[in-house]
């Protein structure tokens, strides 16, 4: 699914052109499923019944939370009122039923309803829409299904989300882009760089003080927002509440997503924070080909938006942007977060999946170009400013390598720009494709030596095999090599390798650290209770699939410990 409305470069797979969305959405049975007569007597006990008058509102655009209604007579009509005006995108009646995946994502309405004859409906709130899921499976993915088709058919009609504008290579522009990006927030970007841009923006505000303006419709929402008031704004973060989780899981990338999956369906009460939003670097890829049962391959971020929806589904807690800044044991035996903007929350157990970071090039004047052309993710939001233009990639593994790939699709011309002398780092099928790619330049023995720019990057100096240095002008240098694990926030007492990867289980069981009566559980860390998984910890293989694996036997950790009699009941020895 396509989460944003960004005008962005398509995705190989995608028509190139416009959209044949039908004239009348009613005509697509996923989206608008009719259900008979023994389906809606099936709902019926999971909601309240209700009534509207003729052209009362259901819910309103912008309303949180906000709830799906099963007509019963009547007729009701979606309206847009993102452009400014009022567009009726469908009306329906008796047998159909109102919301979309924002009901699970708990987010405010986008769309207006209105009942257009008087309604009787049942109203499903999005808790008893929850239960329904999980006791009538069957009906619950026709919910399911419609909600995420009719974003889809939202997204491929007039509707427009969030307008930002802003330069390309103003860093606030970027990341407000990315929260969008990452959250699946509907938004479209335009580049103030461009005169038509400005032109644009000056009709809705003619004396912008500061960049990035955020509008919806004609009206400006924020100028320059910090993270969090964007986040407030769209309900990304909501407020923590002061009882226990039973497990706190750490980073919205695979490993965090497949523990929050499986955590939720199990029934542990499970909230999940991260500093952006869901994906990792998973979410920054375009396309995996190696993650089991998409011979066709899946991009990252439909992987992680669809997890995520999954792990709502199953009644996971996300917070978002919440970076983890401290961890401690309080005397009781629960763990304390505390978050750099500000919240505190307790966990009887705690998952770390914060995954690594890249970017240890040690190059002068590089870290004051991040995000201004320096980057170290290559989505489409990157990629977008890297059109016609030379672009260079520095690795030789396969983020590198599926970095190169993607950006080729936008770019003039690629350069993979590998120390060593050869791709035997990266997995065969991707380096073969590399090798065919006209685009892709594939350089060995090559090192970025300087970079050149004031307020962007311009161009680059690289120590050519021969010991040569050459100038080349570039738009972009993603950077994917240094993977440093993101452990610095925990305590000490938590055991790391030389490089700060977490040590687990059996390593730990060997420490003299251990004080437990009993081994570490599988992927538990030297501070019981708490776990690790996916890339951030020691020995794992560096890979989507391995790091959802990772989370998913986290969580059976946390069964393990949380099950067990502690340490002061069984008063046993056990040494390793
Ligand atoms: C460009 C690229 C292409 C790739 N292509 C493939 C591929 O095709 N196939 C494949 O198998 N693998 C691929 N990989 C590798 C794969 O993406 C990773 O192995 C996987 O994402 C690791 O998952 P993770 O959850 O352990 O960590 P990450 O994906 O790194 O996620 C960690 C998450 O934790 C969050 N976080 C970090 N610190 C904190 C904190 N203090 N508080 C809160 N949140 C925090 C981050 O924001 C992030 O969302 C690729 C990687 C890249 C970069």
């Known amino acids: 699914m396509s989460g944003s409305g960004e005008s962005l470069p398509p995705e190989a797979n995608e028509p190139p052109g416009g959209f044949g969305l039908s004239p009348d959405p009613l005509s697509d049975p996923v989206a608008y499923p009719h259900l008979s007569a023994i389906e809606i007597a099936e709902v019926a006990p999971f909601g309240e019944h209700c009534f509207f008058e003729k052209d009362q509102p259901l819910f309103s655009a912008g309303d949180y939370p906000f709830n799906s209604h099963l007509v019963l007579t009547g007729r009701v009509r979606i309206v847009d009122v993102s452009t400014g005006e009022r567009v009726v995108f469908v009306r329906y009646g008796a047998g159909y ?60 009609s007039k509707f427009r989300g969030l307008s930002i504008y802003g330069r390309g290579d103003d860093k606030a522009a970027l990341d407000a882009v990315q929260l969008l990006f990452r959250n699946s927030v509907p938004h479209e970007w335009f580049d103030t760089s461009k005169e038509e841009n400005r032109l644009k923006l000056q009709q809705i505000r003619e004396d912008v003080q500061s960049y990035p303006v955020v509008v919806h419709g004609s009206q400006v929402l924020f ?14 973060r909501q407020k923590l509440p002061s009882s226990t989780y039973d497990v706190l899981i ?68 996300f917070h978002v942007p919440s970076t983890v800044s401290d961890l401690d044991r309080r005397s009781n035996g629960l763990y304390r977060l505390r978050t750099i903007e500000g919240d505190y929350v307790l966990g009887r157990t705690v998952i770390v999946a914060t995954g690594v970071s890249y970017g240890l090039l040690n190059v002068e004047g590089l870290k ?16 977008r400013l890297c059109r016609s233009s030379a672009a260079h990639v520095v690795g030789g593994g396969n983020s590198a390598g599926q970095a190169a790939m993607f950006l080729s699709q ?37 090192e970025v030596v300087g970079v050149d720019g004031v307020e962007r990057i311009c161009g680059l100096r690289i120590r050519e095999p021969n ?49 437990e009566p009993r081994p570490p559980c599988s992927v538990e860390t030297s501070l019981p209770g ?13 890979r989507v ?32």
């Open 97 to 156: 039923f109102t919301g979309d995946i924002d009901l699970l994502t708990r987010r405010p309405s986008v769309v207006s309803c209105e009942a257009e004859t008087d309604v009787e409906a049942i109203r499903l709130t999005p808790n008893q829409l929850r239960n329904m899921f999980i006791r009538k499976p069957q009906l619950g993915e026709k919910f399911w299904k419609s909600f995420q088709r009719r974003r889809e058919l939202l997204l491929l």
């Open 368 to 383: 004051s170009l991040q995000g201004a052309g320096v980057y170290y993710s290559a989505t489409k939001v990157e990629a």
């Open 467 to 515: 010991g040569e240095i050459r100038e080349e002008f570039t738009v972009g240098l993603f950077v994917f090599i240094g993977a440093k694990p993101r452990t610095d926030f925990l305590p000490q007492a938590i055991a790391r390798d030389e490089k700060g990867f977490l040590l687990t289980g059996p390593e730990v069981a060997l420490l003299a650290a251990w004080k």
């Open 223 to 236: 100028e320059a927002p910090t993270r969090e008031q964007l986040a407030d704004h769209l309900h990304l």
């Open 250 to 317: 750490l980073g919205a990338g695979p490993a965090g997503l497949g523990a929050a999956v499986y955590a939720a369906s199990e029934g542990l009460f499970s909230l999940v924070l991260d500093g952006l939003g869901p994906g990792g670097q998973a979410g920054s890829t375009s396309r995996i080909e190696n993650y089991a049962g998409f011979p066709d391959g899946i991009s990252g971020r439909d992987l992680a938006h669809l997890t995520y929806l999954q792990a709502l589904k199953f009644g996971a807690d």
């Open 410 to 446: 936008t770019a003039d011309e690629v350069s993979l720009l590998v120390r060593g002398s050869s791709l035997r780092k990266m997995s065969s099928y991707l380096s073969e494709r590399l090798l065919a790619n006209k685009k892709v330049r594939i350089r060995y023995g090559s």
């Open 545 to 576: 699939a391995f790091a959802i694996g990772d989370g998913a036997s986290a969580v059976a950790s946390v069964h393990n410990f949380l099950g067990r009699p502690s340490s002061r009941q069984t008063g046993g020895e056990w040494r390793p």
């Open 530 to 542: 708490v776990f690790a998984a996916g890339d951030c910890r020691h020995g794992t293989a560096k």
